[in-house]
């Protein structure tokens, strides 16, 4: 379809929208909810899935929706409707949730936590003026040995 067939087009089909509301605004028909149409009925969007999603969602709030979606065997996009429309929930905090740290990671902050405090122990002030690099709300330790 060529540019000017396709605004054309689009041009007729907003010309016959146009008429179509003012011939029902003129017999006085001003609902704007939506009319029930002929076609396949909803099977995927019902209370019942909506409910199995409400109780897994409740459940492990982080969830995310494919791994919901695996566990009901609907589409991950169905999973995202009945999320966001129908239970009325929006994603929060997507990046910046906190995670469950290992036994091997929590071992190694409070080693690192006490090698600093044995070391601002050894230097007091001294030691923050001149071993931690300070920037925003990260600490950095800064060491001045030479590197081969």
């Known amino acids: 379809m060529e540019t000017t067939d396709f605004r054309s087009y689009f041009l007729i089909r ?3 929208a146009r008429t179509r509301w003012h011939t029902e605004f003129d017999k006085g028909v001003f609902a704007l909810e ?10 995927t969007r019902t ?14 709030p982080r969830m995310t929706t494919r791994q919901v979606a695996a566990e009901v065997s609907l589409p991950s996009t ?26 091997a990671n929590k071992t190694q902050r409070v080693k690192c936590c006490q090698d600093l ?8 002030e ?4 001149s071993h931690l690099l300070v920037q925003d709300k990260s600490w950095f330790y800064w060491d001045w040995a030479e590197r081969k």
């Open 78 to 103: 169905t999973v995202f409707s009945l999320l966001t429309e129908d239970l009325g929930l929006r994603n929060l905090l997507s990046v910046l949730v906190p995670h469950q740290l290992s036994e």
């Open 126 to 129: 001294d030691f923050l003026r």
């Open 34 to 43: 939506k009319k029930t149409r002929p076609g396949r009925p909803r099977e």
């Open 14 to 16: 907003i010309k016959l």
């Open 47 to 60: 209370e019942e899935n909506v409910a199995r999603v409400k109780r897994l969602v409740e459940d492990n």
């Open 117 to 124: 405090l044995k070391l601002f122990q050894d230097h007091g």
